[in-house]
């Protein structure tokens, strides 16, 4: 047991980091060892003085509650020589408390060197610690980060950035809506009638030509896909249901008129689908087989003597149902339903059906129900569609892929029947590139609510001193700025996508099929954590309807698994990539396969020896080339081991369907980190494309974090496959804090590039 607690001169300059480490009994073994690694290679500090040091670092024989105080009373004594307003690190802190400054032993670039790495593996705050010794009044010259800095240099590029060009597009679309927010926020509406003013609005948009951007300027539109979007994206910061509302009417049930029908079709119907002035739904899912649309049992008959089509419902469990718009408002469906043809199946095809006249009254042998009250977006009226063998003339096929000639044959310009399947689904890749997009403005609108709470809300402080902002505490930064940074990541793949999809450029369709599959379900999934996180880092306040949270997650929930359920589209996502290197591998002759081999053996060299695996410093954590190996890797490999894995099963005689059950788990891993290499890269080229030195630094910051916090997610992994080291991990660790720190300054920023109304802001702000 010590005794004494007199200070050796050659122990003061290490009072604040034995007091800082210890008082909250914060040493853990691995710490303790790398506090000594550090003075012990530090050759500048006498041997008597390490001893010393070493003496105090002993696990088990700790400092005592005395000890402490001692070492507090001190600091406290010497506090006239200390600046608690100053940001000062460990080197700066042993300096002034020493009795003797000039002293060669502790004033040189290794010393400060080496308390700066245990400062930063520590991952503490000195300066903010150090004030905890404090029981004076509030020192002069401490401010708590206010609200009202002064914006930064980058705010309005980055907002602009965020707007991708359609700022005016936006600011017409939030013109229309601020002036119906009291409405819009009203939260004792009765089913029929908040549905009624979901209806008003997107009549009021479809008026104001903002439904129809994307069909071709001969019916009105501007032939953008991409201003479309927008148009969805903007209305997510004010109602979901509106956004779904709109959706399903101009894109889903117009879409699929515009994909899948050819002039005829639409020269009758497009110009009304845009004004509204023939609502429509779309019919696809069926209460049995759900995402298993090859399986829909609805049926289309084809009668020669009539040239005209009997659709046919055969029993309760095949009825449409989840029709968005179907419940009340639409009057003619896009019903998805088997095409047969003299008693010869071919397969899913579309047909448009009355379902409603303009008085509201179903047609003749049409059977409509409402699903009901829903978890969220009880806005739009969702039902369910039950067909009595309705007529509809041939016509009525929405025929661009699949047709009936004048003798009664089918033909199809796609000769395969399940690329001609796909080639008609293509009519949901539209919706799976817009709901992650409304998600994500969903993530944005919470995380402007919290980020605003967070830094007027006050709670606890240093003793004798005012509360400080809860944004301050190091677990508040870490649930709140990796969010931040995917809703940045996620902003830009999705931008990204939208512009390949639409472009002119020659890309696979399949691929871009998969691509928009595997981000749906990854963006909409952050969606659903984050709206959860900023409810909860709001505590009481955000359990009040007036923050939006209640609706945001009602609302949002379902984005999870329509327009595909999410682990099914990951799984297409999965299946897409293994039929690429089913492609790559089936091309290589030997000398490919030996330099495919020899190419996973340089990998594993470069990448998987003790240097690089071991390596902590800064520069490599933050560099492009270290967080796009470390993806790229978790990528591939779990590419090569799903495909190794498959082949041996299917080898071993079971079918492929068994096959693919054996591995779905690994399916759904590597869908997820092929999406994940997917956003690092989008992110990488939006910095690189930027010319200001300010945006490019906060973005890189932001980048920097969604790289290594999705690291961290995943170190279980990277730790199995030897990709990095304990040490390495608890860098990363460390970096992940420090990140979050940095940005904590540069939050209220970030999220006003969001644009979010300022009445939704100013929310919270309110007396709590």
């Given at each position: 047991?010590?005794?004494?607690?007199?200070?050796p001169?050659?122990l003061?300059?290490?009072?604040?980091?034995?007091?800082?480490?210890?008082?909250?009994?914060?040493?853990?073994?691995?710490?303790?060892?790398?506090?000594?690694?550090?003075?012990?290679?530090?050759?500048?500090?006498?041997?008597?003085?390490?001893?010393?040091?070493?003496?105090?670092?002993?696990?088990?024989?700790?400092?005592?509650?005395?000890?402490l105080?001692?070492?507090?009373?001190?600091?406290?004594?010497h506090?006239?020589?200390?600046?608690?307003?100053a940001?000062?690190?460990?080197?700066?802190?042993?300096?002034?408390?020493?009795?003797?400054?000039?002293?060669?032993?502790?004033?040189?670039?290794?010393?400060k060197?080496?308390?700066?790495?245990?400062?930063n593996?520590?991952?503490?705050?000195?300066?903010?610690?150090?004030r905890?010794?404090?029981e004076?009044?509030?020192?002069?010259?401490?401010?708590?980060?206010?609200?009202?800095?002064?914006?930064?240099?980058?705010?309005?590029q980055?907002?602009?950035?965020?707007?991708?060009?359609?700022?005016?597009?936006?600011?017409?679309?939030?013109?229309?809506?601020?002036?119906?927010?009291e409405?819009?926020?009203?939260?004792?509406?009765?089913?029929?009638?908040?549905?009624?003013?979901?209806?008003?609005?997107?009549?009021?948009?479809?008026?104001a030509?903002?439904?129809?951007?994307a069909?071709?300027?001969?019916?009105?539109?501007?032939?953008?896909?991409?201003?479309?979007a927008?148009?969805?994206?903007?209305?997510?910061?004010?109602?979901?249901?509106?956004?779904?509302?709109?959706?399903?009417?101009?894109g889903?049930?117009?879409?699929?008129?515009?994909?899948?029908?050819?002039?005829?079709?639409?020269?009758?119907?497009?110009?009304?689908?845009?004004?509204?002035?023939?609502?429509?739904?779309?019919?696809?899912?069926?209460?049995?087989?759900?995402?298993?649309?090859?399986?829909?049992?609805?049926?289309?008959?084809?009668?020669?003597?009539?040239?005209?089509?009997?659709?046919?419902?055969?029993?309760?469990?095949?009825?449409?149902?989840?029709?968005?718009?179907?419940?009340?408002?639409a009057?003619?469906?896009?019903?998805?339903?088997q095409?047969?043809v003299?008693?010869?199946?071919?397969?899913?095809?579309?047909?448009?059906?009355?379902?409603?006249?303009?008085?509201?009254?179903?047609?003749?042998?049409?059977?409509?129900?409402?699903?009901?009250?829903?978890?969220?977006?009880?806005?739009v009226?969702?039902?369910?569609?039950?067909?009595?063998?309705v007529?509809?003339?041939?016509?009525?096929?929405l025929?661009?892929?699949?047709?009936?000639?004048?003798?009664?044959?089918?033909?199809?310009?796609?000769?395969?029947p399940?690329?001609?399947?796909f080639?008609?689904?293509?009519?949901?890749?539209?919706?799976?590139?817009c709901?992650?997009?409304?998600?994500?403005?969903?993530?944005?609108?919470?995380?402007?609510?919290?980020?605003?709470?967070?830094?007027?809300?006050?709670?606890?402080?240093?003793?004798?001193?005012?509360?400080?902002?809860?944004?301050d505490?190091?677990t508040?930064?870490?649930?709140?700025?990796?969010?931040?940074?995917?809703?940045?990541?996620?902003?830009?793949?999705?931008?990204?996508?939208?512009?390949?999809?639409?472009s002119?450029?020659?890309?696979?369709?399949q691929?871009m099929?998969?691509?928009?599959?595997?981000?749906?379900a990854?963006?909409?999934?952050n969606?659903?954590?984050?709206?959860?996180?900023?409810?909860?880092?709001?505590?009481?306040?955000?359990?009040?309807?007036?923050?939006?949270?209640?609706?945001?997650?009602?609302d949002s929930?379902?984005f999870?698994?329509?327009?595909?359920?999410?682990?099914?589209?990951?799984?297409?996502?999965?299946?897409?990539?293994?039929?690429?290197?089913?492609?790559?591998?089936g091309?290589?002759?030997?000398?490919d396969?030996?330099?495919?081999?020899?190419?996973i053996?340089?990998?594993?060299?470069?990448?998987?020896?003790?240097?690089?695996t071991r390596?902590t410093?800064?520069?490599?954590?933050?560099?492009?080339?270290?967080?796009?190996?470390?993806?790229?890797?978790?990528?591939?490999?779990?590419l090569?081991?799903?495909?190794?894995?498959?082949?041996?099963?299917?080898k071993?005689?079971?079918?492929?369907?068994?096959?693919?059950?054996?591995?779905?788990?690994?399916?759904?891993?590597m869908?997820?980190?092929?999406?994940?290499?997917?956003?690092?890269?989008?992110?990488?080229?939006?910095?690189?494309?930027?010319?200001?030195?300010?945006?490019?630094?906060?973005?890189?910051s932001?980048?920097?974090?969604?790289?290594?916090?999705?690291?961290?997610?995943?170190?279980?992994?990277?730790?199995e496959h030897?990709?990095?080291?304990?040490s390495?991990?608890?860098?990363?660790?460390?970096?992940?804090?420090?990140?979050?720190?940095?940005?904590?300054?540069?939050?209220?920023?970030?999220?006003?590039?969001?644009?979010?109304?300022?009445?939704?802001?100013?929310?919270?702000?309110?007396?709590?």
């Amino acid at each position: 047991m010590k005794t004494s607690i007199s200070i050796p001169d050659s122990l003061l300059p290490f009072i604040p980091l034995l007091y800082i480490a210890w008082a909250d009994d914060v040493l853990e073994e691995h710490e303790i060892a790398y506090i000594k690694k550090q003075i012990d290679q530090n050759k500048t500090i006498k041997e008597e003085t390490k001893l010393i040091v070493y003496k105090w670092l002993n696990p088990e024989n700790p400092p005592s509650a005395r000890e402490l105080a001692y070492w507090k009373s001190y600091i406290k004594d010497h506090a006239d020589v200390l600046d608690p307003a100053a940001k000062m690190d460990l080197f700066t802190l042993g300096k002034r408390l020493a009795k003797n400054p000039n002293s060669e032993e502790w004033v040189n670039d290794q010393t400060k060197q080496s308390l700066s790495h245990i400062e930063n593996y520590l991952g503490i705050a000195s300066h903010e610690a150090i004030r905890s010794v404090y029981e004076t009044n509030p020192v002069q010259g401490y401010q708590t980060f206010t609200i009202n800095k002064p914006k930064k240099g980058y705010s309005v590029q980055l907002k602009t950035l965020l707007q991708h060009y359609n700022a005016d597009l936006k600011t017409r679309v939030q013109n229309i809506l601020d002036k119906h927010k009291e409405a819009i926020e009203s939260y004792d509406d009765d089913l029929i009638t908040r549905k009624e003013k979901v209806f008003k609005w997107t009549k009021e948009l479809a008026d104001a030509g903002l439904g129809k951007l994307a069909y071709p300027s001969a019916y009105g539109g501007s032939d953008s896909m991409v201003q479309y979007a927008a148009v969805f994206e903007e209305l997510a910061k004010y109602d979901l249901s509106l956004t779904i509302k709109f959706g399903v009417h101009f894109g889903l049930f117009g879409g699929s008129v515009e994909s899948l029908g050819t002039t005829y079709h639409h020269d009758k119907y497009l110009k009304d689908i845009g004004t509204m002035a023939l609502p429509g739904c779309f019919a696809m899912t069926e209460m049995y087989h759900g995402s298993n649309v090859k399986a829909l049992q609805t049926t289309a008959i084809y009668q020669p003597e009539t040239n005209s089509f009997i659709i046919n419902t055969p029993s309760q469990h095949d009825r449409k149902t989840y029709i968005g718009n179907a419940g009340l408002h639409a009057q003619m469906a896009t019903v998805f339903a088997q095409l047969i043809v003299d008693g010869e199946e071919h397969g899913i095809h579309a047909f448009l059906v009355p379902i409603r006249n303009e008085q509201g009254d179903a047609m003749p042998g049409i059977t409509i129900g409402d699903n009901g009250h829903k978890m969220g977006l009880n806005g739009v009226d969702n039902g369910t569609l039950h067909f009595n063998s309705v007529r509809i003339p041939k016509e009525n096929l929405l025929n661009k892929f699949g047709d009936i000639d004048e003798d009664g044959q089918y033909f199809s310009p796609i000769i395969s029947p399940s690329r001609r399947f796909f080639t008609m689904l293509g009519t949901l890749v539209g919706g799976r590139l817009c709901v992650p997009i409304a998600g994500n403005m969903a993530s944005k609108k919470a995380l402007n609510m919290a980020v605003y709470f967070a830094l007027d809300r006050k709670q606890f402080g240093p003793p004798g001193e005012p509360e400080q902002s809860i944004m301050d505490y190091p677990t508040h930064q870490k649930k709140l700025m990796p969010l931040i940074a995917n809703a940045y990541a996620y902003d830009f793949a999705h931008d990204h996508l939208l512009k390949e999809y639409t472009s002119d450029a020659d890309h696979d369709a399949q691929e871009m099929e998969a691509l928009a599959a595997g981000l749906k379900a990854l963006s909409t999934w952050n969606t659903t954590t984050t709206i959860q996180t900023c409810r909860e880092a709001c505590g009481g306040k955000g359990y009040l309807s007036e923050m939006y949270f209640d609706l945001l997650k009602a609302d949002s929930d379902i984005f999870t698994t329509f327009e595909g359920d999410n682990t099914v589209l990951l799984q297409l996502t999965a299946k897409s990539r293994l039929t690429y290197f089913r492609k790559q591998f089936g091309k290589m002759d030997w000398w490919d396969t030996l330099k495919y081999i020899s190419s996973i053996a340089s990998t594993n060299l470069s990448e998987l020896n003790p240097l690089v695996t071991r390596d902590t410093s800064e520069e490599h954590l933050l560099s492009n080339d270290f967080q796009l190996a470390a993806f790229t890797y978790r990528e591939e490999y779990s590419l090569r081991s799903l495909a190794m894995r498959l082949s041996k099963k299917i080898k071993e005689g079971m079918d492929s369907y068994d096959a693919f059950l054996h591995v779905q788990v690994h399916l759904i891993d590597m869908a997820s980190a092929y999406i994940d290499r997917i956003v690092l890269e989008r992110f990488i080229a939006t910095i690189d494309e930027q010319e200001d030195a300010s945006l490019k630094e906060i973005l890189t910051s932001l980048k920097n974090l969604y790289a290594l916090h999705r690291i961290e997610e995943n170190k279980g992994w990277y730790l199995e496959h030897d990709y990095i080291s304990g040490s390495k991990s608890l860098s990363i660790n460390k970096l992940v804090q420090k990140l979050c720190k940095e940005l904590k300054e540069e939050s209220q920023h970030l999220v006003d590039a969001f644009d979010i109304p300022k009445h939704m802001t100013e929310t919270a702000l309110k007396f709590y």
